[in-house]
């Protein structure tokens, strides 16, 4: 115990609050600080996806024009999913789907899936070794559907500023089911400028588009916003590890994210440059966000066999 302290939260802790007023009324919102200088926020009723991001007192993270939106509000129609993408740090996309919307193996699937406009149905959290944890558990289950849950585990370290992500994602049903994830984690002003500095190590990047591939020469430079601007992706491999990096001198902070490029084989680079439409997106996923169709034909849709479990890691560290 610290003699200087009433309360833990005098220096570090998670307290859970609800908004009040706009689309966002009555969303439980997870407000967590390491006593170092990360703070973060956790959505509970938006798949426990991570609203925002500071560091030091800086945001990191974008949030679109949209604000906080309740999943009472989520349109599954085509690209209705827009109408709801808080984007924030992290927007996690799947699990039936991820990318354009299209019809795969019968089934009309929307842009990018569900799960982010899913409500936790339990959550909880605690202190262990030196983490602040939270645990959360989110159904992607339907009655004649897919039954796929994800656990959800964040830890977020009092002695470094760097968290993780640990999910595990199980096939609850009696039948074989495709699953799809992407980590859309999107970088925001002011860490993101014309003057960041984006690294990402990989050993080949290939444009999503033959408007990408027109600035594929470009890809890891920013811009200031552009009116107009139409987002340009690129795709990057990676062999044993999975990195990308975000610094901004101006600030002298940044962010990194690792992962496991065997397990997330498909990292995107979202660049769109418009005005209030500024965000950066560095995600990691299973696969690319063309739509299921494509992804069946190109022999990297992922299954679930009934009962079984995957588990995905990503770790994000301030710099």
Request: aromatic fraction near 10%; charge should be negative; charged fraction near 30%.
């Amino acid at each position: 115990m610290n003699p200087y302290i009433g309360h833990d939260s005098q220096i570090y802790g998670i307290e859970e609050h609800r908004l009040v007023g706009g689309k966002g009324d009555g969303m439980r919102l997870l407000e967590v600080t390491n006593g170092k200088g990360l703070e973060l926020t956790v959505s509970l009723d938006r798949s426990a996806d991570i609203s925002r991001l500071r560091y030091r007192g800086i945001n990191m993270s974008y949030f679109s024009p949209c604000g906080y939106v309740a999943p009472a509000y989520y349109d599954s129609k085509e690209d209705g999913w827009l109408k709801s993408f808080t984007a924030g740090f992290l927007t996690t996309c799947g699990l039936q789907a991820v990318g354009s919307p299209c019809t795969d193996d019968g089934e009309v699937l929307p842009l990018h899936g569900s799960i982010a406009n899913t409500p936790a149905e339990a959550a909880y959290w605690f202190e262990e070794d030196g983490e602040l944890v939270i645990r959360a558990v989110i159904k992607d289950e339907g009655i004649f559907a897919r039954k796929l849950r994800l656990n959800r585990e964040i830890r977020v370290s009092l002695e470094e500023n760097e968290f993780t992500i640990k999910d595990t994602i199980e096939n609850t049903g009696d039948s074989r089911t495709p699953m799809e994830i992407l980590y859309h984690m999107n970088m925001g002003y002011p860490l993101l400028d014309e003057d960041s500095i984006v690294e990402i190590p990989s050993y080949e990047v290939a444009a999503r588009d033959d408007h990408a591939a027109e600035d594929l020469d470009n890809w890891m430079k920013m811009i200031k916003p552009e009116a107009g601007y139409v987002e340009r992706c690129y795709y990057h491999k990676f062999r044993e590890e999975g990195r990308a990096s975000i610094y901004q001198p101006k600030l002298n902070q940044g962010l990194e994210i690792l992962f496991d490029p065997k397990e997330l084989d498909a990292f995107v680079e979202w660049k769109m440059m418009g005005v209030r439409d500024y965000v950066l997106g560095l995600e990691c996923g299973n696969c690319y966000p063309d739509g299921r169709d494509v992804m069946r034909r190109r022999g990297m849709l992922k299954f679930l066999e009934p009962g079984e479990k995957k588990v995905y890691n990503v770790k994000v560290r301030m710099m």
